[in-house]
């Protein structure tokens, strides 16, 4: 999913990220990027968080792999800090950014999908997902996105094998195995 999104964006990501200010003719919105953030801070990060439970559901990972990936973007690109504007606004959180991209990339959802929750225009998402992705790939790809290597290897293999899954490796099509509990809007689906 990472991969298509950089190679959507090689054409555009000049235009994207160089692009500043408003369109003329526009009616500027006022979101309240602060009230979104708060918001997102109570539902998810606070102490005493919201939905504190429901996290690894609602972004598909634990909230340990999500803070890694936050301060592994934040400190590559300054993009993901929030900074004031000409006028003293201060900008979009890395949470709420961060936020945007992995849902989007979770939840294969459009750019314009968050304006409601997180208060972030569609321009704004679509430049957060290409820097997000450009900055995933550049601090965490050489450890995690590369080939695997013998032990690598090994490792799962001898994993899958204890959990009786033969060949793992050689195979990516499991559809021979009976998807027993499917559920029934699904069946013939897969």
């Known amino acids: 999913m990472m991969q298509a999104v950089l190679e959507g964006a090689e054409g555009t990501e000049e235009h994207v990220l160089n692009f500043k200010g408003s369109i003329k003719g526009h009616r500027v919105l006022n979101r309240n990027r602060a009230r979104g953030h708060l ?10 968080a919201l939905f504190a ?33 000409a006028v003293g606004t201060i900008g979009f959180s890395g949470y709420q950014k961060c936020t945007a991209a992995l849902r989007m990339l979770v939840y294969g959802t459009a750019a314009d999908s968050w304006d ?14 290409i820097r997000f992705v ?11 996105l590369r080939e695997p290597t013998v032990a690598d290897r ?34 013939g689906q897969y």
């Open 39 to 48: 918001t997102l801070m109570a539902d998810y990060f606070a102490a005493d």
């Open 53 to 85: 439970d429901h996290f690894r559901r609602r972004f598909r990972t634990r909230k340990t792999v999500f803070d890694r990936l936050y301060h592994g973007v934040r400190s590559y690109d300054g993009y993901f800090v929030p900074k004031k504007d």
């Open 116 to 129: 409601e929750y997180l208060r972030m225009s569609e321009s704004i998402c679509g430049d957060v997902m």
């Open 134 to 144: 450009i900055a995933v790939v550049e601090v965490f790809g050489p450890q995690y």
């Open 154 to 187: 090994e490792r799962v293999r001898a994993i899958s094998e204890a959990r009786g899954w033969l060949g793992l490796l050689g195979s990516l099509d499991c559809m021979h195995w009976k998807w027993k509990n499917r559920p029934k809007a699904l069946q």
